[in-house]
């Protein structure tokens, strides 16, 4: 079992859906909580970061985190055509002196017009 | 943008050879990290650098070495390539590698093994 779980999808949406995206984890060292979007043939780019369980939002990104579940969500509200993209979540615990993200294998969001 | 530049863009060599891709970090940057993506292994971390010293080790096989230069761009170099080391290689910065501070990624190299 890989420490981190994410459907591949793809999620095929409408415009204006709301989207859920999320991962499952099975290391309870993780401290830390991270969505990353990729566009095709870029590299990821840092959403939302969070630490604590609970809801954190950002415009039209929300990220929640359920710790006892060992469960993490992106949902994107009035999703877009522009949010078509692949989403990789990411987490992580102190190691030694460095804090270094296991992603999860992404998964890949279109939205349709 | 963010900041990160890496080259080459694309790179195609046969099995058996020797790589070497690069990486400038954004302006202030003193952490470098070095990550490969494929298909089936999604994204893997392979090597930290801070300020010119190794700080922490990932997936990295031991074909496989990077460092930090003086001037705090990074070079990874890859050996004895097989076929499966054809994947997408991204280059990352942060100011110092703390947990709190946002890992800005470089556009990838795109090697292909054949």
């Known amino acids: 079992q890989k420490e981190v779980e994410q459907d591949p999808g793809p999620l095929s949406v409408p415009e204006g859906a709301i989207v859920s995206l999320n991962c499952t984890y099975s290391?309870?060292?993780?401290?830390?909580f991270m969505w990353y979007r990729q566009y095709s043939r870029k590299g990821p780019e840092l959403l939302m970061y969070?630490?604590?369980?609970g809801n954190k939002e950002d415009g039209r990104f929300t990220a929640q985190v359920d710790k006892s579940s060992k469960y993490i969500s992106l949902f994107i509200r009035d999703s877009q055509p522009s949010d078509s993209a692949t989403y990789l979540c990411?987490?992580?615990?102190?190691?030694?002196?460095?804090?270094?993200?296991?992603f999860g294998r992404g998964t890949s969001l279109i939205v349709h017009p | 943008d963010s900041g990160v530049t890496q080259t080459p863009k694309h790179l195609i060599t046969a099995t058996g050879q020797r790589v070497t891709l690069r990486c400038s970090p954004r302006?202030?940057?003193?952490?470098v990290y070095w990550y490969q993506q494929s298909l089936d292994q999604g994204l893997q971390f392979l090597i930290q650098?801070?300020?010119?010293?190794?700080?922490a080790k990932g997936n990295i096989l031991e074909r496989f070495s990077a460092q930090q230069f003086p001037d705090l761009h990074s070079e990874l170099n890859l050996s004895s390539l097989e076929l499966g080391d054809s994947a997408l290689y991204f280059c990352?910065?942060?100011?110092?590698?703390?947990?709190?501070?946002?890992?800005?990624f470089g556009p990838g190299t795109r090697l292909l093994v054949l």
């Open positions: 302006s202030g940057d003193l952490s």
């Open positions: 969070t630490y604590s369980s």
């Open positions: 290391n309870s060292a993780f401290q830390y």
């Open positions: 990352a910065s942060s100011v110092a590698g703390g947990s709190k501070e946002t890992q800005y």
């Open positions: 650098y801070y300020n010119g010293e190794e700080r």
């Open positions: 990411a987490m992580g615990a102190k190691s030694g002196g460095s804090y270094i993200p296991t």
